[in-house]
Structures are given as structure tokens and as C-alpha cells.
């Protein structure tokens, strides 16, 4: 970890950490707003306090009226007051947004996922990345997560050097020289103005070496530690073999022995580690608060200024010192984190070489799309072997199919294809005539209703469901839903459509069977009322009533759609005008059930009486 941010430059890690920031904004802009309003109002407050205090202490030596001091505490009170009203609703309005923080990672991952392209999403390599860094922000709190942690103190330490800075402008002011001499003429001097502020810069360098030498020292520790924790937590994984054995007495007390031992040795550490830190700053404080105290109380003496700037200049330079110290620390933590926003980025940044074209895909009320492969093949990323191999078909407007064949044959790559997930590595798709390619995209994806074989159901509301959409037609959801048999069902319960699925979020929500659940997909693709229905096992998790229900309808749920539906049951195959059956990448053979089965040499042959036996 240490290795990594060394090779980073501090240039490097800023624009890392810039770039997580506007990230940031993009998804939770109503957190970052509110914490930066809240910490300026934070820090502006003890200054108000301290200036009218030292404003008090001012007006009472030069011996101010009674009417002016009681103004300056009304107004003193009276401020404070109102800043700390403030400062309670603005900390209860940046309590309102939150929540939100420990989710960053996932909510914007997710906002990219739905916009990645489809072979990253299948790629075992992007898995593995995502994977790592979802850990990395579940155990370690890291990536997006932790600079939204970091923002309110680094905003608040920026501020507060920007205050401290503006209230102590007026500490250099120099007096008329006469009668001044040797210590009391050097501080009137504007050169031990420099001098202090060298002081002052040595010390920052001080801290700044100290927090970059000794934090990753700590963190790293702790790191380790962390790691051992998740080792044994991995026990739990192994639960059967533990039980089994009888091991469970040794499996605590080992951890147990191993934790605490480990644990107390990382105190011991870490003390050690933090007492040299504290030593070096305490030291240079020192040094520098006495000479500070020197220098004010001196241009104070001699008449610079009044005695209560005294208290405000060195309340305020020793904000500015803690600030600088906040500050570099907090980046200090932020080059670390970079290590997980690197991983992140690189997820966030996959490429997209897909062309998106530009043409308009023809709205036609007919329904009537005609989509050509020729002489298509198709290998998926980092595969030297064809799941698709010269393909060559022509839908018929209309036609119902039926694709079939052992698993890995091609039947579902063939459908990718024809959706665009993928392109082909040789030949081309057509519609119309016109390579697809050429369509604009989000247009050419309208033509397809889908019900993939790992599809799922959202945690949100029925209507929601059935439609993809937060604003949909509830009557069109109910007769989709009439269609594939859930209407009754559904028009029974309270809620109606707004009925939750799951209670993953919400706990009146419906938990619904595999078979219902499939329903709602198919549903889904009926909303959707797209030209060609693509249908994967459309029935794998139905009983064989609903199964049968379902083929029964069959054609008055596709209406005069293009349909296509893959399926391990070749007995749902009767109900198809064409069967493309596949095998090795390829279509071996393409007719009519009664044709296919009369061919006693062919595949379909094959398939069909290796099922049917269990059926006679």
C-alpha cells in the first residue's frame, strides 16, 4: 500500500481527489452543499465570538462609555444566539442527507453499470474488480465513502485558515519608531514580521513530515489487524467442517487468543507511534506559541494595538496552526485512500467501443421489422472458440420460433446478438437491409421485449415492475398482467399496483413464488410492447398447471409479434411455426416439429426422444 502512494506524485493524488469529488457532487449534490455551508458557518463562529470579545476588552481600557459596552455584549449575546440556532438546523439539514454516505460506492457504481457495456458486465476480470472494491467499502469504509468522511474537515480546516489569516492581517500594522529600541524596535520592524512567519512555516513543515511519516505507520497497523480479524471471520464460511469436527472450542479460543494478543500488541504500537508524533508537535508548539506570545504581547505593549487584540490574535493564529495540522492530516488520509479510487476508476473508466450510430429506426404501427443474420460469427472477449459459427436466418414477420439444443450451443449468444449486447466478430446482422450498427442504438434496443433466463424482480412496487418506469399506464400494467394470469391475484391485494415486491426496503412488502416472479417478467415484456418478444425458459420455474396456462395462451399473449422463446422442453416446441435447432455454435437443422422428429438421423430426433422416454 505505502509502495503505491509513493510512486503517486502529490500532483497525482490531488487530481485523484478532485475527480472523486466532482464524483461526489454528481451523486449526493445536496450532502456536499449542505456540509460546505455547515462547516463555513462552523468555523466563522468562534471568530465572531473572540473578535467582539476582544472588541469589549478594547473599548473597557480605553474607557468606553456604559451605553457602548452594553451594546457590544447585547450584540455579542445576541449573536451567539442566533449562530448557534443556525447551527443546529444546518447540522439537522446535513443530517438529512447522511444516510446516503455509506452506499456511495454502490449507488454510483450501480448509475454506471446501467450504462456499461454489456461484455464488462460478463467479463470474470470486471467481476473481480467490482468485487474488490465493494469489499474495500463494506470492511475498510474506503473509495467514495471516505472522502465524503473527509470533506467536512478538510472544507472546515480551509475555512478556518481563511478566517485566521483574514483576522490577523492587522497584527503586522507597524507605530511610529521614535523613542523604540532593541527588542521593542525589532518587532516594529516589518523584517520580524518575516521571521515569525518563517517560524511559523517551519513549524507546518513539522507537522506535515510528522503526520507523513508516522499516520501510514499507524494505518497500516491497523490494516494488518483488520486482516486478521477477516481471517477469522472466515471460519463461519467453513461452518459444516467445523461442526463436524468438533473443532468449534478450538475455533474460538484460538481467534479469541489470537485477536486480544494481536490486538494489545497493536496499542502497544500504536502508542508508541503516537507519543513520537505528539512529542515533535508539542515541541515545535511550544517554541512557536512563546514566541507568538512574545510578539503580540510586545506590539501590544508598545501601543500597535489594543490589549484585547491580544486575545484575538493569538486565539486566531493558534486556530490557524490546529487548521494547517487538520488539513494535513486530512490529505495525509486522502493520498491513501487514492489507493481504492484507483481501483474504482479504472472500473468507472472501461471502455466503451461500442458504435452507437446515428439512424433513425422507422416507427412502423405494423409491427413489421425485418431482421437478417448473414453469415455471422461471434466469439466472446479473451475466447479463441466460436460460440457462434456462420450463421445464416431471416425472420418472417410474425413467425412464432423455437430455439433449442444443448446447453452452450449458442441459442443464447444468438439472442445477445440480435439485441445488440454484443456485435459479431464476423458477418453482419440487418435490418431492413442495413447493418444494425448503424441505428441509433437506444432506438434499435426498442424492438426487443426480453425475458433473459436469470431475470429478476426489483424491490420496487408491482406497477414499477411490470413497467421499468416510476411513471407508467396502470392500465396497461393490469391487462399485461391479465395475460400471463396475475391479475386476479394482484387486484385482491390492498395496495393494488402499488403493491412492494420483497421487503429488501419495505416491510409490508409481498414476497412472491419463483413461478410468480417469472410471470412478472414476462408481464414486463408485454408492457413493453415491442415488436419481437424474446422469451429464455419462459417457463423454468412455472408447475406444470401454470406451464400448461401459460402455452395455452400463447398466442393471445404475443399477439402479432415476431416471437421467439428458447426452451429445454421440447414439448412446448409444438406450438412453433419454425424450430431452429442448435449445436456447436451452428443451426444444424430449421422446420416444423412433425418434420424435424420424422428425421430419425437428425438432432432434434436426438433431443426429443431423449426427453420423451420419461413421458411414455
Known sequence: MTKKKNRRSLKTDLVLILRGYRVLYEVCPQNIIWTTINSIAQQFAPYFTLY?????????????????????????????????????????????????????????????????????????DTALLRQKIRNSSIYGGNGLSRLLQYYQDLFGAIANIIFSVSFTMSLFRTVSNAGLTGFTAFVNHPLSALVLLALIGLNITAEMLSIYRFEPRHTNLWNAFALRLSRCRSYSDCNADVTVLGAVGLCIERCRRILIDYENECLRESLKISEKRSFISRAMETVTNLVLYLYIGAKAYIGTFGVGNFFLYTGSVDKFLKAVSNFGSSISGLRRNN??????????????????????????????????????????????????????????????????????????????????????????????????????????????????????????????????????????????????????????????????????????????????????????????????????????????????????????????????????????????????????????????????????????????????????
Open 52 to 124: 467582539l470579545s476582544a472588541e469589549i476588552i478594547n473599548q473597557l481600557t480605553a474607557g468606553a462609555s456604559l451605553r457602548t459596552l452594553f451594546m457590544l455584549v447585547l450584540v455579542t449575546v445576541t449573536g451567539q444566539l442566533l449562530l448557534n440556532a443556525s447551527l443546529h438546523r444546518l447540522s439537522l439539514k446535513q443530517e438529512e442527507t447522511e444516510s446516503i454516505k455509506f452506499e456511495l460506492n454502490e449507488l454510483y457504481m450501480l448509475k454506471v453499470e446501467c450504462r456499461m457495456q454489456y461484455k464488462h458486465l460478463e467479463s470474470p
Open 339 to 616: 489507493d481504492y479510487l484507483v481501483e474504482l476508476y479504472r472500473y468507472l473508466d472501461l471502455p466503451d467501443d461500442m458504435y452507437r450510430g446515428t439512424l433513425s429506426v422507422e416507427k412502423r404501427e405494423d409491427n413489421k421489422f425485418e431482421i437478417e443474420f448473414r453469415n455471422v460469427s461471434f466469439r466472446y472477449p479473451g475466447s479463441d472458440t466460436y460460440a457462434l459459427k456462420n450463421v445464416s436466418f431471416k425472420f418472417r414477420i410474425g413467425e412464432r420460433l423455437a430455439f433449442v439444443g444443448m446447453n452452450g450451443s449458442g441459442k443464447t449468444t444468438f439472442v445477445k446478438l440480435l439485441c445488440r449486447l454484443y456485435d459479431p466478430t464476423e458477418g453482419r446482422i440487418l435490418l431492413k437491409g442495413i447493418d444494425i450498427s448503424k441505428y441509433n442504438y437506444d432506438e434499435y434496443v426498442k424492438l426487443f421485449s426480453v425475458v433473459f433466463q436469470d431475470y429478476f424482480t426489483f424491490a420496487f412496487s408491482l406497477g414499477e415492475n411490470v413497467s421499468a418506469l416510476q411513471d407508467y399506464d396502470a392500465e396497461k400494467v393490469w391487462s399485461s398482467l391479465k395475460k400471463v394470469g396475475l391479475g386476479e391475484k394482484f387486484s385482491q391485494m390492498e395496495r393494488g399496483l402499488e403493491t412492494p415486491l420483497g421487503t429488501d426496503y419495505q416491510n409490508d412488502g409481498v414476497e412472491i413464488s419463483g413461478g410468480e416472479a417469472q410471470k412478472v417478467a414476462l408481464a414486463r415484456a408485454l408492457y413493453k410492447d415491442a415488436p419481437y418478444i424474446i422469451l429464455d425458459e419462459p417457463t423454468a420455474a412455472l408447475d406444470p398447471i401454470a406451464e400448461a396456462e401459460v402455452y395455452s395462451k400463447f398466442n393471445e399473449i404475443v399477439e402479432d409479434k415476431t416471437a421467439i422463446y428458447i426452451s429445454h422442453r421440447l414439448s412446448s416446441c409444438r406450438l412453433a411455426d419454425k424450430i431452429l435447432v442448435f449445436h456447436d455454435g451452428e443451426i444444424v437443422q430449421q422446420g416444423s416439429h412433425d418434420r424435424l422428429v420424422a428425421d430419425t438421423t437428425g438432432k432434434y430426433y436426438e433431443l426429443w426422444n431423449a426427453q420423451a422416454q420419461y413421458y411414455t
